[in-house]
């Protein structure tokens, strides 16, 4: 069975839809802390105002089968009732609505109860969203094969979007491909990919990745073509920790063969300024310099990578 016709996802994809999970549990409440921290807020916000919504609208019903339970609403008016479970769920006071009778008030401590826990849980998440410690660190949109210091090498640079500095910053690199075994067996594995640098003390602006196409890469005699029949993908790992927040922050980032950019260079992104000091120019950081065959960093055939 070729890998290349199984089509395998992407592994590290923030918009991936085509991955489909079949025999698995899936719903909203299976692990509902979990979907809320890693949701987007607008769904988040969605969600609550739809549950907001929707509980008010079960209380109002409660009340209504109870008959003329609330003092001043016009009798089956559902807006009324509805407009009460929404005064009584937010303790917020009834105006000139109040409950009649001891049914009335049963459900009235039940939705008060309800709205405390609702309002304690939506706090606790809505603060672990926002305390949720994030590394805004910038890829390259490519990466790139050319010679470095007289060898071949896959590059590709980051940059720290932020105005802080992330300490003991640490980068891993690996190469998940399609292998067939022995067996017979239809395998994806990971096969690590050791770095000129994979670890700086300091990172405040950007960084060059550098993986040499040595004898001990799994790129090693590869070219792009073969990348492409062995589903390919570069996988990326960062781990450090943030000076503001004092804490552990993670970001992940692949590169799929497509976006693997032979006998290319990145530009410079430092210029000098009218003062004479070096600036960083992030408008200049995802573009390349196409390499010619009389370039110095020029990779020439597949054997010589």
């Known amino acids: 069975m070729n890998g290349k016709n199984k089509n395998y996802p992407r592994l590290f994809d923030q918009n991936r839809t085509d991955l489909v999970q079949h025999g698995l549990r899936h719903s909203l409440f299976h692990d ?26 079960m209380f109002a019903l409660a009340y209504l089968a109870g008959g003329d339970v609330i003092a001043n609403a016009r009798s089956g008016n559902f807006a009324d009732a509805f407009f009460f479970s929404v005064h009584t769920l937010a303790t917020i006071g009834y105006g000139n609505l109040a409950p009649l009778g001891l049914y009335a008030n049963l459900i009235s401590v039940v939705e008060v109860v309800t709205g405390l826990i609702i309002l304690a849980l939506i706090t606790g998440i809505t603060f672990a969203k926002f305390a949720r410690p994030t590394a805004r660190i910038l890829f390259s949109r490519r990466a790139v ?14 940059a720290n979007q932020r105005k802080n500095r992330i300490l ?98 990145f530009e410079d992104i430092f210029l000098p300024g009218p003062d004479g000091q070096l600036f960083m120019d992030y408008q ?4 390349l310099k196409k390499l010619s065959p009389s370039d110095p960093a020029y990779v020439g055939s597949k054997e010589n990578v």
């Open 32 to 57: 509902a802390y979990h979907f809320m921290l890693t949701t987007s807020w607008p769904v988040f916000l969605l969600i609550f105002v739809a549950a907001f919504v929707a509980l008010n609208a």
């Open 284 to 287: 200049r950081f995802h573009r």
């Open 168 to 265: 003991e910053a640490h980068l891993n690199l690996g190469i998940l491909i399609t292998e067939t075994s022995p067996e017979g067996l239809v395998l994806r594995r990971v096969h690590d990919m050791k770095l000129l640098r994979h670890h700086t003390p300091v990172f405040g602006l950007s960084w060059l990745a550098i993986h040499p196409l040595d004898e001990d890469s799994p790129m090693r005699g590869k070219a792009a073509a073969d990348l492409e029949a062995l589903d390919a993908e570069i996988i990326v790992s960062f781990t450090g920790v943030d000076d503001t927040l004092q804490q552990n922050v993670y970001r992940q980032h692949s590169y799929v063969n497509a976006e693997i950019e032979w006998n290319a260079v």
């Open 145 to 158: 094969v050319a010679l470095h210091q007289g060898r071949p090498c896959l590059m590709f640079r980051m």
